[in-house]
């Protein structure tokens, strides 16, 4: 799949004259297929899209996205939006032949409360298959620190953001061909989210729909009071933004929804909203460390050894 807004580069496409229907992204009845990619928005046809979208509900985005998006999937940590976004899902869907699949990165982690909210989904929305992703080789928390060592998200937490989250991610979009994904990402959450289209782009051109990203948190909380949706208990304890426990916490009155994650940081995402050419460039310097950790190790011995 190619997308490309303004602030990505244009994608390599084949080199040959193009109808006005390839142009807008939908290939014409006569055209040939093989050498399309499968989605194909202009700059200006993304533009557009955006700005009419922006004026739709969330559940008019998500018809246009269950209609017009191949190989569609909703990554979840089941957030208030998230859990928004499930329900009004199965009513559109209900009874229907497309069921769009969800994707739940386990950290290893998480609250207790949010690992029985999974629970509660599960059973109260059965036809969403859900999709789980645990970091590379671990089953639990333990296997994770005997490898990477405990308290890596202090020590480094652009590792743990990979180890934990990118990678499982990137692994999740590769295994099940993922081609675009719901998110619950708001403008009102505060931050970098302060400026969401509805539709996106990152680096490697996944699609990213932000199908609430209009709505406040009050609208939220009212539509799932309203259609009675399960919900992570934790937000009747003073929390709005909950992500692994050991960097999220209660929110004060008139605070940012998000100012409870990563507390006393700069913080403001965790690692799979960020540019992925971010982490390939962080592996980069750490393999290049490693590479120049042996070689001072080597010379060392050497110099050792004439000392003999």
């Not at 009004?88 to 386990?106: E, V, W």
């Not at 675009?180 to 539709?199: E, P």
């Not at 996106?200 to 609430?212: R, S, T």
């Not at 409870?260 to 050419?277: D, L």
Request: hydrophobic residues 30%.
């Amino acid at each position: 799949m190619t997308v490309a807004p303004a602030e990505y580069p244009q994608p390599s496409i084949p080199e040959r004259s193009m109808s006005q229907d390839e142009e807008s992204g939908y290939d014409s009845p006569g055209s040939a297929t093989s050498d399309l990619p499968e989605v194909y928005f202009s700059r200006p046809h993304l533009k557009y899209l955006n700005g009419q979208l922006q004026t739709l509900e969330p559940e008019e985005i998500l018809k246009w996205c269950m209609i017009s998006l191949p190989n569609l999937y909703q990554t979840t940590a089941f957030g208030l939006t998230g859990l928004v976004t499930i329900d009004m899902l199965s009513r559109i869907n209900a009874g229907g032949p497309r069921q769009i699949d969800l994707i739940f990165l386990d950290t290893l982690y998480h609250f207790d409360e949010t690992l029985e909210l999974v629970d509660k989904v599960r059973e109260r929305y059965p036809n969403s298959k859900l999709h789980v992703y645990k970091p590379d080789g671990c089953a639990n928390a333990r296997d994770f620190e005997r490898i990477h060592g405990d308290n890596l998200w202090d020590t480094n937490d652009n590792l743990y953001d990979y180890l934990a989250k990118v990678e499982p991610a990137q692994r999740a979009y590769a295994e099940l061909n993922v081609k675009a994904v719901l998110t619950g990402r708001r403008r009102s959450q505060g931050g970098k989210r302060g400026d969401l289209d509805i539709i996106e782009v990152d680096d490697a051109g996944l699609i990213k729909v932000n199908p609430l990203a209009n709505w406040t948190f009050k609208q939220v909380q009212e539509y799932v009071t309203k259609r009675n949706v399960p919900y992570n208990s934790l937000l009747d304890m003073g929390y709005k933004s909950i992500g692994d426990w050991h960097s999220t916490s209660p929110i004060a009155e008139g605070e940012d929804e998000r100012s409870g994650r990563w507390k006393g940081t700069t913080k403001t995402e965790c690692g799979i909203h960020n540019h992925r050419s971010k982490y390939a460039e962080y592996l980069l310097q750490q393999e290049q460390k490693k590479k120049e950790e042996a070689l001072a190790d080597a010379l060392r011995k050497v110099e050792l050894r004439r000392n003999i």
